[in-house]
């Protein structure tokens, strides 16, 4: 199978503007969760959606957001950006089975704000 | 509230030599446990997971985790060292079932001394 697939892989944006990223989960995967890694903070969970419903939101502002399609693929979006929101992006993919749950990562979304 | 520490920042090993990295938990419930690593530049790959059963865990490149709930560690262990094992390692603990969001320690860079 092919894995969690992310797009695109590094971006460079200007303070206020606004971005978009996007993310392709393993097939047959229908949860998505996002990740924000910063050296400061770690990894932080952002939010996961599972059948195009948000069901659960990690401690960001407002200007984070997301959505998921029906084929379960899945962006995140932050408006209004700031310089403290350059970081790697993490998307991860999992089949949301009660026995085997578990996170499959893609490579990632480095974000550069200027 | 559920936390994950990672004691140690770095560690230096010789190439050949034993590894074991430590992890303690904080979680109210079961916790599902993860050994993630990653390479720089990269996103996560999951080493080996416990939901449980028996409290030694074997994964992926030679690697094992050990389950102690009396001590609220999964400390992950390898007997000898490659050069390649070199990267970042994270533990993190999730509930599982409906929570779709991972908490992560701050990691442990690893390098190794040929």
């Avoid at chain 1, 401690?59 to 984070?64: E, Q």
């Avoid at chain 2, 230096?12 to 079961?30: K, M, P």
């Avoid at chain 2, 030694?56 to 060292?81: C, D, M, T, W, Y």
Wanted: contains cysteine.
């Amino acid at each position: 199978k092919a894995g969690v697939t992310q797009t695109p892989r590094y971006l460079i944006k200007t303070r206020g503007q606004q971005v978009t990223l996007s993310c392709s989960p393993i097939s047959g995967h229908r949860s998505v969760s996002w990740y924000q890694q910063t050296p400061g903070q770690g990894l932080q969970f952002l939010f996961e959606y599972f059948s195009e419903t948000q069901r659960n939101k990690g401690n960001f502002p407002g200007r984070f957001s997301g959505r998921q399609f029906s084929n379960s693929r899945s962006e995140m979006n932050v408006s209004t950006l700031e310089l403290g929101d350059s970081a790697l992006y993490l998307c991860a993919s999992s089949s949301r089975d009660r026995v085997t749950y578990e996170q499959y990562f893609g490579p990632g979304t480095r974000l550069t704000v200027t | 509230a559920q936390s994950v520490t990672q004691p140690d920042i770095h560690i230096t090993v010789s190439e050949g030599a034993s590894l074991e990295l430590r992890c303690n938990y904080s979680y109210g419930a079961t916790p599902y446990l993860f050994w993630y690593v990653q390479s720089p530049g990269q996103g996560l790959q999951l080493l080996l997971k416990y939901f449980s059963g028996d409290t030694l865990v074997q994964g992926i490149k030679g690697f094992e985790a050990e389950f102690k709930r009396s001590q609220s560690s999964f400390n992950l262990r390898k007997p000898s060292v490659h050069w390649s094992d070199a990267a970042e390692y994270f533990c993190a603990v999730g509930g599982g079932g409906s929570q779709g969001n991972l908490i992560f320690g701050k990691g442990t860079k690893l390098s190794v001394k040929p």
